[in-house]
């Protein structure tokens, strides 16, 4: 698995969840039931947000593109860590890491600046529903998507061509069970300082920030439901966003403890548990959150179903 120090590193070695030995197996089950109910869950809140008339406000605008993003963003680790968890040698060449890393880093700041855009929809209603129409409309929300995506690929590519144009020689396994920032920069031969002050850039301007304009958002939402008089409003405007506030608490509460744990060490296999949670686990959460707590996606999906039966 290790190259000599004067040899370039031709392929890399996914160690990820090789320690589990034949237990793979099971999280190999485990993983693609996941898997395949993302894939479901997400396709139903898509069809149901194109299909039915009720659901075409900018707040299921946006939840379409969520689930459009979790769809991509899972699908950018889960068949790959499938594969690996089938064979015993879970070698990935230079030029499909360099690919997963780009894909993985730009659904996931798109996702981030999506539930930022979705905080401030709520935001909008809330706190200013005179001038609701206005500030979210259609030229507004799509600006907010388009510029989602846009700063997903800016940075994706921008971090894994510097990543790449280091020098790779020596070890060539990665301990995680993808391509991912750091696990892949620390196995450079060159000077990664500023690999990892880039990285660091990226985490407090495409993570740290949308979070903090997410619980600006909130906090000013919190004023505005203390606000109203009876307790029976203030669960009813609170309702409308609680769905939301659950996903961005299960999304950069996952996030935080896999990027800015603190001691962590690249090489200990417990810190893969954050990582799949997020990258796997929470996509399937969201269909849930989104369907179960939500009366008008309930109402919408009993719609379809009556008419078909």
């Known amino acids: 698995m290790d190259n000599d120090n004067d040899t370039a590193v031709s392929e890399f070695i996914l160690w990820g969840f090789s320690y589990l030995g034949t237990y793979q197996s099971v999280l190999f089950w485990g993983v693609l039931f996941v898997y395949l109910v993302t894939l479901l869950g997400n396709f139903l809140i898509i069809t149901l947000t194109l299909l039915d008339p009720t659901l075409s406000t900018p707040m299921y605008f946006f939840l379409r593109h969520l689930s459009m993003i979790e769809i991509l963003y899972t699908t950018t680790v889960v068949p790959r860590m499938l594969t690996d968890l089938l064979f015993s040698h879970p070698a990935i060449s230079p030029a499909s890491c360099f690919t997963q890393m780009y894909f993985f880093a730009l659904f996931g700041i798109a996702e981030c600046f999506l539930l930022t855009a979705m905080a401030y929809d709520r935001y909008a209603a809330i706190c200013r529903p005179l001038h609701y129409t206005m500030l ?62 880039g990285n660091l850039v990226v985490t407090l301007l495409f993570i740290i920030t949308p979070f903090a304009l997410i619980l600006l958002s909130y906090v000013r939402i919190l004023i505005t439901i203390l606000g109203v008089a009876s307790a029976q409003g203030r669960q009813k405007v609170f309702s409308t966003c609680s769905s939301h506030l659950l996903v961005v608490t299960l999304f950069f509460g996952t996030a935080t403890l896999a990027y800015m744990k603190p001691g962590t060490n690249a090489t200990e296999d417990t810190d893969l548990i954050p990582s799949l949670f997020y990258t796997v686990v929470t996509p399937m959460f969201n269909p849930f959150i989104y369907t179960l707590r939500n009366k008008e996606v309930m109402g919408a999906l009993r719609r379809k179903v009556t008419k078909h039966l």
Do not use: K
Not at 157 to 178: E, K, R, S, W, Y
């Open 136 to 197: 979210m409309s259609q030229q507004v929300c799509v600006g907010m998507v388009a510029a989602s995506y846009l700063m997903g690929i800016t940075t994706g590519i921008t971090h894994a061509m510097f990543i790449f144009t280091l020098p790779f020689h020596g070890t060539n396994i990665v301990h995680h069970f993808l391509c991912d920032n750091l696990p892949v920069l620390r196995l450079t031969s060159g000077d990664t300082f500023w690999g990892e002050v």
